[in-house]
């Protein structure tokens, strides 16, 4: 695996301290790539110049942005600070140690490390992967355009981006409604386990599916939320089915 230009140079300019992290895993027995290839690998492109926001994405810290809020009834609304907490993550694999899963790239994907272990054993679901995928993105966006706390210190962006599409987009279109439907999701895919795995992928993504488009609809209630998550819902729903369907022999393409 040859590493980009950029992200040998972004490599390069790191402390010491931050490509322990990545050294630590390519140590693992089963790994087949270099520290540098796992820091790839793992870390969104936005982030791999920037030490601090590398920590807090592998780590966890809390990120903070200002949200533009349209006030109901009037013409104009106002700025409120909105804060979200990035989880820690581990280095998840899709298949699991116990049945032979490795520390490879087509096996390894960061995801929040209260649901990695949560799994125990278990193989990760597709709805789990997706989930994660998601989730890892909509945070790459808040870190890279947010203020953050790294070890009790604030560090403040120069930077940011519009906040209020890149907040709500990335909290209520994808961290929340996600997370419930893969969680919903395992649920089904452990107590179906009779089926075959056409009908079992089936199955699972209607689950998941529906869970995602409930909560879209549960937020669309919420006062001061402005935001028609209606569409976004069904779009959710119908191509998270339709992506499971397709995945019949119940793999995972990288």
């Known amino acids: 695996m040859t590493v980009s230009p950029s992200t040998q140079a972004a490599w390069d300019s790191l402390p010491s301290e931050s490509q322990s992290m990545f050294v630590n895993i390519a140590n693992k027995p089963s790994s087949d790539m270099t520290a540098v290839e796992w820091f790839e690998h793992l870390v969104p492109a936005p982030l791999r110049d920037n030490p601090d926001e590398i920590e807090v994405f592998m780590n966890g810290g ?3 942005q200002e949200v533009w809020v349209h006030d109901r009834g009037a013409g104009n609304g106002h700025y409120e600070q909105v804060s979200y907490d990035i ?3 581990d280095v998840s694999r899709i298949e699991a140690g116990v049945n032979g899963g490795e ?3 087509d096996n390894t994907i960061m995801e929040n490390a209260s649901i990695n272990r949560a799994r125990g054993g278990a193989d990760m679901t597709p709805a789990e992967f997706e989930a994660a995928e998601t989730v890892n993105a909509a945070e790459s966006t808040l870190i890279d355009g947010g203020d953050f706390v790294v070890e009790g210190v604030e560090v403040v962006t120069t930077e940011a981006p519009a906040a209020a599409g890149s907040v709500l987009d990335g909290v209520f279109d994808a961290v929340l409604p996600i997370t419930y439907g ?3 999701a395992h649920h089904v895919w452990q107590k179906s386990s009779h089926l075959d795995k056409k009908e079992r992928v089936a199955k699972t ?3 998941g599916g529906a869970v995602v488009g409930g909560t879209y609809i ?3 209630t919420v006062p001061g939320l402005n ?3 209606g569409g976004i819902a069904l779009y959710k729903l119908g ?3 339709v992506r499971r369907a397709n995945q019949q022999n119940g793999t995972i393409t990288l």
């Open 62 to 64: 809390t990120v903070t």
């Open 227 to 229: 935001v028609v998550l």
């Open 218 to 220: 549960a937020l669309a």
């Open 87 to 89: 989880a820690d993550k």
């Open 103 to 105: 520390y490879t790239a």
């Open 182 to 184: 893969a969680k919903a």
């Open 205 to 207: 993504a209607l689950a």
């Open 239 to 241: 191509s998270a089915a």
